[in-house]
């Protein structure tokens, strides 16, 4: 008798402390100092906070790695901030 045939594994999620993608990681660089106690990872709700948008407005970028040039300047003008704006205009649309 010939065993049935099993569907291919399913993806498994991203896991939920990893980067969602390259801008996740440049802004993880641009405030080190801005990681949860926690989980060591990008404070998300804080960058949402500063630049006075909601953390799903952020998750969409990273979700996209894209993000305004009106944001980029945002972003860079935050005094925390360790990069330029050149940093982020390949993210830029």
Not at 40 to 66: C, S
Not at 69 to 78: E, N
Request: glycine letters at 2%.
């Amino acid at each position: 008798m010939a065993t049935p045939k099993r569907p291919p594994p399913k993806k498994k999620p991203k896991d939920r402390y990893t980067p969602m993608s390259k801008l996740h990681v440049l802004l993880a660089k641009a405030f080190p100092e801005r990681r949860t106690s926690r989980y060591d990872v990008f404070d998300i709700e804080w960058l949402a906070i500063k630049l006075k948008v909601t953390d799903e407005g952020v998750y969409t970028w990273l979700r996209a790695n894209a993000l305004t040039m009106k944001r980029a300047r945002q972003i860079v003008a935050l005094r925390e901030c360790r990069i330029e704006l050149e940093d982020l205009l390949p993210f830029v649309v």
